[in-house]
């Protein structure tokens, strides 16, 4: 299977910075698509970005002109640059890759294990 390894949260004060990375591994896998999702306490997951494997993104409204998404093709990483960081962006943050298995024509979602952003003074 395809595995995704997240790193880069931390704490950050509000107005700060922080750039994530999900790192995934596996070979012979199509990909076809990434993405992050956040999940605050209490709250259902909700999706943040998204871009495809030819750079088309795609953003929710709660984040566009502070977040971007990007992705390194070639090293099979997504990133997520997180600018004028908000105390509701708390959360944990999770990237997902939907991706082809070898030989397979069928996709599946793949999930990395969540990496905490905490947004406090």
């Known amino acids: 299977q395809v595995q995704l390894v997240e790193s880069g949260g931390g704490l950050v004060q509000p107005g700060g910075s922080l750039r994530l990375s999900c790192a995934a591994s596996?070979?012979?896998?199509?990909?076809?698509?990434m993405a992050w999702y956040r999940q605050a306490p209490g709250r259902q997951r909700e999706l943040v970005a998204t871009?495809?494997?030819?750079?088309?993104?795609n953003y929710a409204d709660s984040v566009k002109g502070r977040f971007a998404i990007s992705r390194d093709n070639a090293k099979l990483t997504v990133y997520l640059q997180m600018n004028s960081l908000k105390p509701e962006d708390t959360a944990v943050y999770y990237c997902?890759?939907?991706?082809?298995?070898?030989?397979?024509?069928?996709?599946?979602?793949?999930w990395g294990q969540g990496t905490q952003v905490t947004v406090s003074s």
């Open positions: 871009i495809t494997t030819g750079g088309t993104t």
């Open positions: 997902k890759v939907v991706a082809s298995p070898p030989g397979k024509t069928y996709t599946y979602p793949y």
């Open positions: 596996g070979s012979g896998f199509s990909i076809y698509a």
